[in-house]
Antibody, heavy 122, light 114 residues
C-alpha cells in the first residue's frame, strides 16, 4: 500500500526550530518529486516547498524562503522539512504529498500523508 | 502568482441532486504545447487530508466515482457532482499546477446536504 506518514510536529516558541519527517512506503520514492503543503486551522491549503526525486532541485514559497529547508534521504525513503525562525503564522497542519507522475515535478498530488500539527506560540 | 478563485463559498444540495462548483484562474493554465489544462480538483473531508479527484481539468483519478466530473479550459473550470451522496459532504479545492512547482489552490467550496 502506498503510504506517507509525517512526524515531528509539536508546540514551539516563536523564533524556534522544528524538523518534520515524512516516511514513504509502497512506491519507488526516489522516482517522484515530493512537496510539503500546509493548512492553518480552519483555512485553505498553501503549498510550502517541493523537491525533485534526486533531491537536486528545491523550491520554496516566498512565505518560507530563507527559513525552511526541504531535503530527502532516498536511502531511507524519507522526506524532511527543517523549519527555523518560526512565526505564529506558521501554525498549521503540515502535509507531505507525492507527485502524480514519475520524473519531473508536475504539481498534482495523488498521495497525501495524514498531516502533523505545528503550533508556534509562547 | 496565479490566483485561484472559487464560487460559491458554500452550497447545500439535496441528496441525488447536482452540485456545481466553479473555479477561475487569474491567467490561463492551458499549456499550448500539449493542449492540457494544468488544473486539479481535491476533496477534503473533516479531519482528513485532501484527496485527488480530477487532474488535467477533466481526468478522473483512479477509484473516483463517475458522478464526479471536471470541465473547462483556459481560465474557467467546473467540478460537477451529478448526484450528490451523503459521503460527498466535504470542502472542494481547485489547484493550478501550470506554474509548477509554484502551486496555488483556490479558497475552497464547502458542500453540504440540504
Amino acid at each position: 500500500e502506498v503510504q506517507l506518514l509525517e512526524s515531528g510536529g509539536g508546540l514551539v516558541q516563536p523564533g524556534g526550530s522544528l524538523r518534520l519527517s515524512c516516511a514513504a512506503s509502497g512506491f519507488t520514492f526516489s522516482s517522484y518529486a515530493m512537496s510539503w503543503v500546509r493548512q492553518a486551522p480552519g483555512k485553505g491549503l498553501e503549498w510550502v516547498s517541493a523537491i525533485s526525486g534526486s533531491g537536486g532541485s528545491t523550491y520554496y514559497a516566498d512565505s518560507v524562503k530563507g527559513r525552511f529547508t526541504i531535503s530527502r534521504d532516498n536511502s531511507k525513503n524519507t522526506l524532511y522539512l527543517q523549519m527555523n525562525s518560526l512565526r505564529a503564522e506558521d501554525t498549521a497542519v503540515y502535509y507531505c504529498a507525492k507527485d502524480l507522475i514519475v520524473g519531473a515535478a508536475l504539481g498534482a498530488f495523488d498521495i497525501w500523508g495524514q498531516g502533523t500539527m505545528v503550533t508556534v506560540s509562547s | 502568482d496565479i490566483v485561484m478563485t472559487q464560487s460559491p463559498d458554500s452550497l447545500a444540495v439535496s441528496l441525488g441532486e447536482r452540485a456545481t462548483i466553479n473555479c477561475k484562474s487569474s491567467q490561463s493554465v492551458l499549456y499550448s504545447s500539449n493542449n492540457k489544462n494544468y488544473l486539479a480538483w481535491y476533496q477534503q473531508k473533516p479531519g482528513q487530508p485532501p484527496k485527488l479527484l480530477i487532474y488535467w481539468a477533466s481526468t478522473r483519478e483512479s477509484g473516483v466515482p463517475d458522478r464526479f466530473s471536471g470541465s473547462g479550459s483556459g481560465t474557467d473550470f467546473t467540478l460537477t457532482i451529478s448526484s450528490l451522496q451523503a459521503e460527498d459532504v466535504a470542502v472542494y479545492y481547485c489547484q493550478q499546477y501550470y506554474s509548477t512547482p509554484f502551486l496555488t489552490f483556490g479558497p475552497g467550496t464547502k458542500v453540504d446536504i440540504k
